[in-house]
């Protein structure tokens, strides 16, 4: 009897998770796309250098996490904003590490970016038919590099100034 009563409880606990699942997948087509970019196989002749791309949008996205929450605490005025970053890194709870990764990974995304368009261009895969995968990649250098000029100058101290 326990054994029965303990197979109508999985079987719920079951349809309570697949249900959700299957509702998803047939409106979506989710599951199926993650299953495939998890389970499937690697070709042969892939190397580190193909991964520069993935790389620089990983670091693209550290950098919009890190700098939402940094914008939480920064104040946006010349007179306040170099306080607001010591407050930042010193007073706000694992405030330097956030800010640190802040400010190393937007070197890092900059570097990454200069190396995935090098191996873009250097093994051809700017050519056709990827000519505006080329252009928009490089009006991505351009907006990076804009954005690592303008949030090099947002701690308003004396490296900024001068």
């Keep these: 009897m326990a054994n029965r009563k303990k197979s109508a409880r999985r079987q719920r606990l079951e349809a309570a998770i697949v249900y959700p699942l299957d509702w998803l997948e047939e409106r979506s087509g989710l599951i199926g796309g993650v299953r495939y970019f998890l389970f499937r196989k690697v070709p042969a002749d892939t190397n580190w250098m193909q991964t520069l791309g993935s790389a620089t949008l990983t670091a693209f996205i550290v950098q919009a996490v890190t700098g939402v929450i940094l914008a939480m605490y920064y104040k946006p005025d010349p007179n306040s904003a170099y306080q607001s970053i010591q407050h930042i890194t010193n007073d706000v709870w694992f405030g330097w590490l956030v800010r640190g990764m802040h400010r190393w990974g937007a070197s890092v995304f900059i570097i990454l970016m200069f190396f995935h368009m090098a191996r873009v261009f250097l ?27 303008t949030g090099y100058l947002l701690p308003w101290d004396q490296t900024a100034y001068w």
């Design 123 to 149: 093994f051809g895969a700017y050519k056709y038919p990827r000519e505006l995968n080329w252009i928009v990649g490089v009006m991505l250098l351009a907006l990076g590099m804009l954005e690592g000029f």
